[in-house]
């Protein structure tokens, strides 16, 4: 029972988080008790003790633009309804940023020098528009964790190196049109949380059996018809969803899933048989249906 809560109360906090929510990474890095700047021109004129920076509904002025690298010791930027369908280049002279997020910003592309932030830990993209990322991004080594919500481009593909993040331990894509994942994500030896919800995945990597510590998987309104045998090796995974495929079939292998505490498979065309037979090869684990 403590797991399956668990398991639930992250989902709920991956849920609410958000953008604005006070549970963003945006307020606890670095020095989680630094003032919120909500003015560039104004954070300009204090200089080195500015620490966060939040810029909402606001155009960047092409003057100050030019001078935000004076901001060197800036932490955490959220960026909102800016105008803007790429990352300023003025942006890569932030050495110091743990955190970026943007939402409400049409992103089209991000650049190849992002990958010149080398601290970068968070990064949260809303409201995008991006059909793809740069193999460079794959070079961002502390990043722990990875979000994209709502993106609005006709297909979306991660980079084929997606494998070399090597600190990441959280994965988000919420409607985000994706059609599959790279075989390298089976390199994500750090991965705890997966969450590719809203998508177009018709199959999972077998290389996603070699994810070892994955805790929490969650593969939601896909197109999904049927889960790899590699997949059964997820030995840590303790809460699994695929609600909304079109599985009607779960192999027999789900008995080496033995820290699995709940498995949500509504939505699935799944027969009274194959219940039955779930709860033989799953005795402890919850099952939902509906």
Do not use: W
């Not at 919120?36 to 509904?57: F, H, R, S, W």
């Not at 606001?58 to 633009?65: R, T």
């Not at 991006?130 to 961002?140: A, H």
């Amino acid at each position: 029972m403590k797991k399956i809560l668990s398991c639930l109360f992250l989902l709920a906090s991956l849920a609410s988080r958000g953008q604005n929510s006070t549970d963003s990474p945006f307020y606890q890095v670095g020095i989680g008790d630094a003032p919120v700047y909500n003015d560039l021109k104004t954070a300009l004129k204090e200089g080195g003790p500015v620490y966060k920076l939040q810029l909402l509904n606001a155009p960047f002025d092409p003057k100050l633009l030019p001078k935000i690298g004076k901001l060197s010791n800036l932490q955490a930027l959220m960026l909102n309804a800016n105008g803007i369908t790429t990352i300023p280049a003025e942006f890569m002279q932030l050495s110091s940023l743990l955190f970026f997020s943007s939402a409400q910003n049409e992103l089209h592309a991000i650049p190849a020098e992002m990958a010149g932030l080398g601290n970068l830990m968070y990064v949260e993209l809303y409201d995008t528009k991006l059909d793809s990322l740069p193999k460079s991004f794959c070079d961002l080594q502390r990043l722990k964790s990875f979000v994209i919500e709502n993106d609005k481009a006709d297909t979306f593909r991660l980079p084929k190196n997606m494998g070399d993040l090597g600190s990441l331990e959280e994965l988000v894509l919420f409607h985000v049109p994706i059609d599959s994942l790279p075989r390298s994500i089976g390199r994500l030896k750090k991965l705890k949380t997966m969450y590719v919800s809203k998508g177009r995945l018709k199959t999972v990597p077998s290389s996603i059996g070699k994810l070892e510590h994955l805790q929490t998987l969650v593969l939601d309104d896909n197109q999904l018809t049927e889960l790899p045998r590699d997949f059964f090796k997820l030995k840590n995974l303790g809460y699994l969803s695929l609600k909304n495929n079109r599985i009607a079939h779960i192999s027999d292998f789900a008995c080496y899933l033995s820290s699995l505490a709940e498995l949500d498979l509504s939505g699935n065309p799944i027969s009274e048989r194959e219940r039955e037979i779930l709860r033989v090869l799953l005795p402890g684990c919850r099952i939902i249906y509906k």
